[in-house]
């Protein structure tokens, strides 16, 4: 896993960083900046964009090997 600063590449990657960081912020966390907003999903997306917070991105799956999960019997 690598750790980023930057904004996440895919729009569904910044929605869910940016709403696990505003989970925090309304659970008490201290805002990393002076908010424009009091709301704490802006305050979230601003902090993202000015590439405050830091994230892991899971390792891509291994090429060649077989998928483990559910299989339908045929």
Known sequence: MAVQNDTPDSMFAYVVVASQRARQLMAGAPPLLEPRSHKPTRVAMEELNKGMLEYET???????????????KS
């Open 58 to 72: 899971p390792a891509p799956p291994e090429e060649g090997g077989e998928k483990e999960g559910k299989r339908r």
